[in-house]
């Protein structure tokens, strides 16, 4: 199980996120929508701490993190249980394919250079790019890319993943073969957490979608709940927009 109390984050005055509560059953995986600039990509990256809250309290399994007194070991700690993917890819451009999927199971989980090529070499035929196993990023197209950066969230095996807008950065030529392997991820059951303007694959792929407005969320429910019946005036307004 995954909680998340009161999490808060400003930018001087200005607060992106505004006190939020969410639990997150393990395999479940939930969608968060909403505005552009209404909180959504802070909320994953200080779930990571890439942006660290000022207030707030997340648990993940045993684990408790509070941003009154986290330590750099706390800190540590939950970033093992938690993958990114990022928009942008964020590959690592003097790496290879399979350097960037072992870097972080050699720096971060301290796994043996033997068995982390052997781990990511599982992953990249999972993925579908064991033939651009020695290619760096330079040489491969968005969407290989960001398949990479997804197979490096797979071959973590963190407690949660967290996907910020994957396909968002991607030509429309390359969206179709990503949403494919994170539809493949889900049916795993790993537990997930994406922001995505995607409706449609959101509404497939989610156990529960989030609508986000004013750094806050304003309604949660099943997809056909919030895609067919949104109660709040909010969600209705910005899914007729997007549709």
């Not at 930018?11 to 505005?35: F, H, K, M, Q």
């Not at 309290?57 to 800190?75: E, F, H, K, N, P």
């Not at 971060?108 to 196993?133: M, T, Y």
């Not at 910020?164 to 991820?185: F, H, I, K, N, Y």
Request: proline share 3%.
């Amino acid at each position: 199980m995954i909680s998340i109390r009161g999490l808060t984050k400003r930018y001087g005055a200005n607060t992106v996120l505004d006190g939020i509560d969410l639990d997150i059953s393990a395999g479940e995986r939930v969608a968060i929508i909403g505005p552009s600039g209404t909180g959504k990509s802070t909320l994953l990256r200080c779930l990571n701490y890439l942006d660290r809250p000022d207030s707030g309290v997340i648990r993940i399994g045993d684990l408790t993190v509070d941003a009154a007194t986290a330590s750099s070991a706390q800190i540590l700690a939950l970033r093992r249980r938690t993958a990114f993917v990022f928009q942008n890819y964020a590959l690592f451009a003097n790496k290879t394919a399979r350097g960037n999927i072992t870097e972080a199971l050699i720096t971060v989980q301290r796994k043996p250079r033997a068995e982390a090529e052997a781990r990511a070499n599982e992953i990249l035929r999972e993925i579908g790019l064991s033939d651009k196993s020695a290619s760096y990023p330079a040489a491969l197209s968005g969407g290989q890319q960001q398949r990479i950066g997804i197979g490096r969230a797979m071959a973590l095996g963190a407690a949660l993943m967290l996907l910020d807008e994957p396909t968002s950065a991607l030509d429309p030529e390359w969206v179709g073969e990503v949403l494919d392997l994170m539809r493949q991820v889900a049916e795993r059951r790993q537990t997930m957490l994406i922001v995505t303007h995607e409706m449609q694959f959101a509404r497939e792929i989610a156990d529960r979608i989030i609508f986000m407005d004013g750094g806050r969320i304003v309604e949660e429910g099943t997809p056909a709940q919030i895609f067919d019946t949104p109660k709040d005036i909010r969600t209705a307004n910005f899914l007729r927009r997007v549709r």
